[in-house]
């Protein structure tokens, strides 16, 4: 079979210093997105484990694939779990599941715990969509733009890149900045025509990091289109599967002339974390807590 | 006199020689990466077909998006412009010509004397291109050709919702899982392009009658699906793909003549 550069690592992640059995609640969040997955689960707002998988051709399996892997070698099990939010592009899909919340709800709540209450504006770039989200101090969303319909911009136009040059999806930042002298972005918008426009470039002896540091550019300035058009305040930071792409990150920062605050966390969390926080919040209502 | 007329099109290059208003020959050659040799062999073949020498030209317009890489042409024209020459001269009845071809669809708007009055075009976005086609039947394993008649069998259409090209390559593939009839598919292919271009030509309001040109033209089965879509009979000239050439090959024709 032939090396699959677009895919990247599927892991878990699971804390040593939290004994959940100790915990009053136990909350899970699952991001069933259109690319990957992800599931969260909190031990009072505690931060217990995670897990970010591939999603698979079902909602229903994928959801439950990322929320074993997250379990796993923890002897935490389903069962303890006291409720469960899903959310993203399959989240009604979500068996165990008590309720769905959209992606753009949970995203800012999620970016509110993970960098801290200044942020104001977040870029979140998926695997087939972006969205410029507006939120307040608390992580409530106040304003967002989004683009679902157009690949230019999204985590499937690095993916198709990656495999055109045949470079590793993990490297493309890096190699994007070994070049000499920054090329001019590439002109197509359309990813398909993007394509095209780069095996012309390799045609004309272009080395491929000048070709990923051509479309990288573009692919920012295309966010930062769409950022410009919400407004950026600050604290800006940016979400999702691009995040981990220093090669788009820098550019849109540079673009903008705004630094991203820096992730503690895989960036690709926030939609379940976010779930997972209003999964607390919602057993902390049935309680009579909230 | 002979003229010839260029269009430097994203996929082929086409040539044609005309000579007071009959097309004495007409070439198409693939534009590769290099446009420019193209150009040159478009016209050397074209000059070949016709029985001709460089010398023998009046005069040589160029259009199509690498229009600038005919080097040897005296003049060029937009392609916008050359359609409407073009069909004006073959249809007079026509007041909206649509042009699909690899990366680009036009939609135009000209009056009885075949001006110009209004046009709309997309060339940022396969999805409103040939190149669409080209794409889905790379991911359905169907060749090229096959695509149009393979979609008139079709019984039913499924629903697409991708817009995006990229996004409907994996739609695609998730209907052949889910066990749609492949016909079905290609149907609701070329139903989703031609709701991209219908939507474009409605934007600049769609009068009779109406004509259809460029590569897409040939396409049997984006034929039927656009006059399902615009409720209208299309005109489509024998050879479509070369009606920016023609057109074209007419500008030079009224250059040559001091025009």
Redesign the interface.
């Known amino acids: 079979m032939e090396k699959e550069y677009w895919r990247w690592p599927e892991y878990r992640w699971s804390s040593s210093d939290i004994d959940w059995k100790r915990g009053d609640i136990i909350s899970a969040g699952v991001d069933v997105g259109s690319v990957s997955s992800q599931a969260v689960i909190l031990v009072d707002g505690e931060l217990f484990c995670y897990s970010n998988y591939r999603t698979g051709s079902g909602s229903p399996e994928s959801a439950q694939k990322v929320m074993d892997k997250a379990l796993e070698g923890t002897n935490l099990t389903q069962d303890k779990i006291h409720y469960t939010v899903g959310t993203g592009y399959g989240r009604v899909n979500v068996p165990f599941a008590k309720r769905a919340i959209t992606e753009i709800a949970c995203h800012a709540r999620g970016a509110n715990f993970m960098y801290g209450p200044t942020v104001r504006t977040i870029l979140d770039m998926g695997g087939q969509d972006c969205k410029a989200i507006r939120c307040d101090d608390k992580g409530k969303v106040t304003n967002f733009l989004m683009n679902d319909k157009c690949a230019a911009g999204t985590g499937r136009g690095m993916e198709v890149f990656s495999d055109l040059l045949s470079v590793p999806i993990e490297d493309m930042g890096r190699l994007s900045f070994e070049v000499d002298e920054e090329p001019e972005p590439v002109s197509s918008i359309c990813v398909i025509f993007a394509k095209s426009e780069a095996v012309g470039l390799l045609r004309k002896g272009w080395p491929k990091e000048k070709v990923l540091a051509a479309y990288s550019s573009a692919m920012a300035h295309r966010v930062v289109r769409l950022l410009e058009r919400i407004k950026v305040e600050k604290d800006f930071a940016i979400t999702g599967g691009i995040a981990k792409n220093e090669g788009v990150v820098k550019r849109i920062e540079a673009e903008l002339k705004i630094k991203a605050l820096e992730p503690q966390h895989d960036t690709q969390i926030a939609g379940a974390l976010g779930a997972a926080l209003f999964a607390k919040a919602l057993v902390e209502k049935e309680r009579g807590l909230g | 006199m002979n003229v010839v007329g260029i269009d430097c099109g994203a996929k082929f290059v086409k040539a044609l020689i005309l000579k007071d208003d009959k097309v004495k020959a007409k070439i198409s050659v693939l534009s590769g ?1 290099g446009q420019k040799a193209a150009a040159e062999e478009a016209l050397d073949k074209a000059l070949e077909e016709a029985g001709l020498k460089k010398e023998d030209v009046a005069h040589i317009t160029a259009t199509g998006a690498g229009k600038e890489e005919a080097k040897f042409a005296r003049s060029t024209i937009t392609e916008v412009r050359a359609d409407a020459k073009a069909v004006n001269f073959l249809f007079p009845s026509v007041r909206t010509i649509i042009d699909v071809g690899a ?1 680009e669809g036009r939609a135009i708007k000209v009056n009885e004397a075949g001006k110009v009055v209004d046009f709309a075009i997309n060339e ?4 409103g291109a040939g ?1 669409f086609i080209e ?1 889905m039947a790379r991911a359905l394993e169907v060749k090229l050709e096959e695509m149009g008649p393979m979609s008139l069998k079709s019984q039913k259409s499924v629903p697409m919702n991708a ?5 409907a390559e994996s739609e695609v593939v ?1 209907l052949i ?1 889910a066990k749609h009839a492949k016909e079905d598919i290609v149907r609701a292919v070329h139903d989703a392009i031609t709701d991209r271009i219908a939507s474009m030509t409605r934007r600049i309001g769609v009068e009779k009658d109406v004509a259809l040109v460029g590569g897409m033209a040939l396409n049997v089965g984006f034929v039927d699906s656009l006059k399902r879509d615009l409720m209208q009979e299309l005109i489509i000239p024998e050879d479509p793909e070369y009606s920016c050439a023609l057109g074209a090959a007419f500008a030079a024709q009224e250059k040559a003549k001091g025009g």
């Open positions: 990466f990366e940022k976005c396969a999805a190149t794409t817009q995006c090209a990229v996004f998730s899982h």
